[in-house]
């Protein structure tokens, strides 16, 4: 049974005992920068200020700054994104409060919680990218058996870095074998790689009907707009599959979509949605905020020089990287030595701008959505 409810509608969550935090990134992430373009397309004055800035690089290098080569880090710590997102449960709803952390491709974040005595029943999870035809998927793999999850961790790495189909079922068999472990096809309707719908639905179909008895549930994220998180609802009708929550926080804003629950512990948790497909997702008020501006926001959290960065990177330019023609990753603070193109210069000046309120108030009418909220 899936239960989906919206919290600006007077719902009150005093009828469950917990709040479940999942798909949520940490500074172990590595995250593409070409994602700059797509989402400051159409943004009032600040898609047309790139655009000319790309422009006048282009006449001096004689080519585009490659951003695929580019990556970024989230801002925060394994702990700093624990204590927001179990902060948000405890605060707003009143609730006990699991969190999941599940970076990209590494399950280093709660391998670091797990060091503290507080936190060594945090689950170890994963967003694990299965290259699938023409694309890519993300799973969300929640709760690895502790005694297996760096075992698990480098099958799923060496088949990411040379996929062979013939691999996929085994592995996810694998995790399914785990009782405890909750697998999960992350932003199904998602056309993440660019391929056109079309083709995308062809892909996300033939992997749901070749892989579908080793997935327990498909995600409603956070980060994606309500029409998309529609046809992710009538994909899991399609496959029978319990809808879940998944905040995919990369900045500083806590999860905008969680799961409710009477479960005490994660397995618990586990158990109701892979024996009982039970499911309770709750979207949080800022899910209405317009998606274009909570993007740019997580942007500016990007490019903010933060003092107390766990790692001592404090410059936004510590925490991103580029591949450089030799194969070697480097800071673009190292790799410019501070003297940055004026298309960089330029982009980070205009970020610090959502910094003001009036800037982040006139974005939001600007950019406002009308969007209904109905199932």
């Known amino acids: 049974m899936n239960t989906i409810q919206f919290r600006w509608q007077n719902h009150n969550a005093a009828s469950y005992r917990t709040g479940v935090s999942l798909h949520s990134h940490t500074l172990h992430s590595h995250e593409c920068l070409d994602f700059i373009g797509r989402a400051t397309k159409d943004t009032p004055w600040l898609s047309g200020a790139i655009r000319k800035q790309q422009a006048k690089y282009r006449a001096i290098k004689g080519k585009d700054l490659d951003l695929r080569r580019a990556w970024w ?3 925060m710590s394994a702990r700093q994104a624990w204590d927001l997102e179990k902060g948000q449960i405890e605060k707003q709803l009143g609730l006990a409060a699991l969190v999941s952390l599940s970076d990209h491709d590494t399950i280093d974040g709660p391998l670091h919680l797990h060091v503290l005595e507080a936190m060594r029943d945090c689950p170890i999870s994963v967003e694990w990218t299965v290259p699938f035809r023409q ?7 929640h709760n690895l058996p502790v005694d297996q999850a760096t075992t698990i961790m480098a099958a799923m790495e060496k088949f990411t870095a040379n996929p062979l189909e013939a691999e996929i079922a085994p592995l996810l068999e ?8 909750l697998v999960i096809l992350n ?18 179909t033939a992997f749901l009907g070749l892989y579908r ?30 809808v879940i ?34 499911s309770n997702v709750l979207f949080m008020p800022q899910y209405r905020e317009p998606l274009k501006v909570r993007i740019l926001e997580n942007m500016a959290d990007i490019l903010e020089d933060d003092p107390n960065h766990a790692l001592g990177w404090t410059r936004w330019s510590d925490r991103c990287f580029y591949l450089t023609d030799d194969g070697v990753p480097k800071s673009l603070e190292d790799f410019w030595k501070g003297r940055f193109p004026g ?26 959505e009308n969007q209904e909220f109905a199932l």
């Open 73 to 75: 880090t989230p801002p």
């Open 135 to 141: 694309t890519f998927f993300h799973i969300g793999v």
């Open 174 to 181: 694998w995790f399914a074998r785990c009782p405890e472990t």
């Open 187 to 204: 932003h199904p309707a998602w056309d993440e790689n660019h391929i056109g719908e079309t083709l995308h639905r062809e892909c996300v």
């Open 213 to 242: 008895p080793y997935i327990h549930a498909a995600e409603l994220n956070g980060l994606r707009p309500w029409k998309e998180n529609q046809k992710a609802i009538q994909l899991a009708a399609q496959y029978s599959l319990p």
């Open 245 to 278: 929550s998944g905040g995919d926080r990369h900045g500083r804003e806590p999860n905008a979509c969680l799961n409710l629950t009477n479960a005490a512990t994660f397995s618990e948790f586990v158990e109701e949605v892979r024996k009982d497909g039970w």
């Open 343 to 368: 298309v960089i210069h330029r982009f980070v000046q205009i970020m610090g701008l959502l910094k003001h309120r009036r800037i982040r108030y006139a974005l939001r009418h600007a950019l406002h």
